[in-house]
């Protein structure tokens, strides 16, 4: 079974500071993974996917690094619309797992 | 315009079924598979199955094999998932979503509570 860990469990910044959000696999999952922000009340929305393309429109302030074991999804000089829920998904093989999340919170 | 559009909430029983809808427009229905996820309030994301509009064959995460179904039906363009012997914590908002790479497209979700 490949188990996701994201850390931190919550990451508390400001607005204009850099974001660094990690997620971990075990065993490794190569570029299989991508991240998904949440908002309250909303659907998921797709930010990266083969853990380091960008999906449609989003910004570019959002990047998505890493490789086997260890991501990063990196927002830089964030703005007050990314304060968000994160998750990072498995997409090698069936299941499809979600990581915990990670809570992006206003400082 | 691309969109899923779910079925509306729903209120069951313990040991009820329940069967969701899921409608695909402006994009080629077979193309693309989609697949069922859930949100228990206040947790995180729970993957539960992926069906193939084209080929209708199905994938159900071990959690859920003996009670989840997921159908189609290329007429009218809607994937259908239906759990069974629903408990308390199947409360959830269940999601379908499109995979062409990576969840582009989310439903709006339905709300399904399990209650006594």
């Known amino acids: 079974e490949i188990v996701l860990t994201q850390s931190p469990v919550t990451l508390s910044l400001s607005p204009g500071e850099r974001a660094t959000l990690s997620c971990r696999a075990s065993?490794?999952?190569?570029?299989?993974l991508a991240w998904y922000q949440q908002k309250p009340g909303q659907a998921p929305r797709l930010l990266i996917y083969?853990?380091?393309t960008r999906a449609t429109g989003i910004p570019a302030r959002f990047s998505g690094s890493g490789s086997g074991t260890d991501f990063t999804l990196t927002i830089t000089s964030l703005e007050p619309e990314d304060f968000a829920v994160y998750y990072c998904?498995?997409?090698?093989?069936?299941?499809?797992?979600f990581g915990q999340g990670t809570k992006l919170e206003i400082k | 315009q691309m969109q899923l559009v779910q079925s509306g909430a729903e209120v069951k029983k313990p040991g009820a079924s329940v069967k969701l809808s899921c409608t695909a427009s402006?994009?080629?229905?077979?193309?693309?598979?989609i697949h069922w996820v859930r949100q228990a309030p206040g947790q995180g994301l729970e993957w539960m199955g992926i069906?193939?509009?084209?080929?209708?064959?199905?994938t159900y995460a071990p959690e859920f094999l003996d009670r989840v179904t997921m159908t189609r039906d290329t007429s009218t363009r809607t994937v259908y998932m239906e759990l069974g012997s629903l408990r308390l914590e199947d409360t959830a908002v269940y999601f379908c979503?499109?995979?062409?790479?990576?969840?582009?497209?989310w439903g709006q979700g339905t709300m399904v509570t399990v209650s006594s």
């Open positions: 065993p490794s999952v190569g570029t299989s």
């Open positions: 069906i193939n509009p084209r080929a209708s064959t199905t």
């Open positions: 979503v499109r995979d062409p790479d990576g969840f582009d497209i």
């Open positions: 998904q498995r997409r090698s093989n069936w299941p499809y797992t």
């Open positions: 083969d853990a380091s």
């Open positions: 402006g994009y080629p229905f077979t193309n693309y598979y």
